[in-house]
């Protein structure tokens, strides 16, 4: 199976974007697709039962929408924090279930943060972009 995941809030502008980019992909069996706020380290256990997973996130310092491999976090993948990273999440998955899938990171431009569910044209644009990526590796790949 391989997971899907969307983080981000769709109520702080680009910051959503990541959900746009789940809406503009088909649903598939052995495709399991989940929008978070934020990660948390309960979903270990989600991506231990992947054989691959994409985490999608906004990235302000992007200029165009990528996906590239994710390493786990090195040291303790589980100590307390107010943002639980994607590289965490894998080790957690890695150091509990012993998982090991693949792990990549999806990241989308973006550049405007502020309250409100519009995306910017450029958000928009890379979730589009984001989504062709995800397509061509997922849903094109046999």
């Known amino acids: 199976m391989t997971l899907?995941?969307?983080?981000?809030?769709?109520?702080?502008?680009?910051?959503?974007?990541?959900?746009?980019?789940?809406?503009?992909?088909?649903?598939?069996q052995q495709v399991l697709q989940m929008s978070r706020h934020?990660?948390?380290?309960?979903?270990?256990?989600?991506?231990?039962?992947?054989s691959e997973v994409y985490f999608i996130d906004a990235d302000?310092?992007?200029?165009?929408?990528?996906?590239?491999?994710?390493?786990?976090?090195?040291?303790?993948?589980?100590?307390?924090?107010?943002?639980?990273?994607p590289s965490r999440l894998v080790a957690l998955a890695i150091d509990l279930y012993g998982w090991k899938g693949r792990a990549f990171l999806c990241r989308t431009p973006a550049v405007d943060f502020s309250p409100g569910m519009r995306l910017s044209a450029l958000a928009e644009a890379g979730a589009r972009a984001a989504a062709a990526l995800l397509n061509r590796r997922i849903f094109e790949k046999n």
Not at 38 to 50: G, H, I, N, S
Not at 60 to 85: D, M, R, V
């Open 60 to 85: 302000a310092a992007a200029t165009e929408a990528a996906i590239e491999p994710l390493a786990p976090a090195a040291g303790t993948a589980y100590a307390p924090a107010h943002i639980f990273a």
């Open 4 to 28: 899907l995941v969307a983080v981000g809030n769709p109520l702080r502008g680009d910051d959503g974007v990541a959900h746009r980019v789940l809406e503009l992909l088909p649903e598939a």
């Open 38 to 50: 934020q990660l948390t380290p309960e979903m270990a256990e989600d991506v231990a039962a992947a």
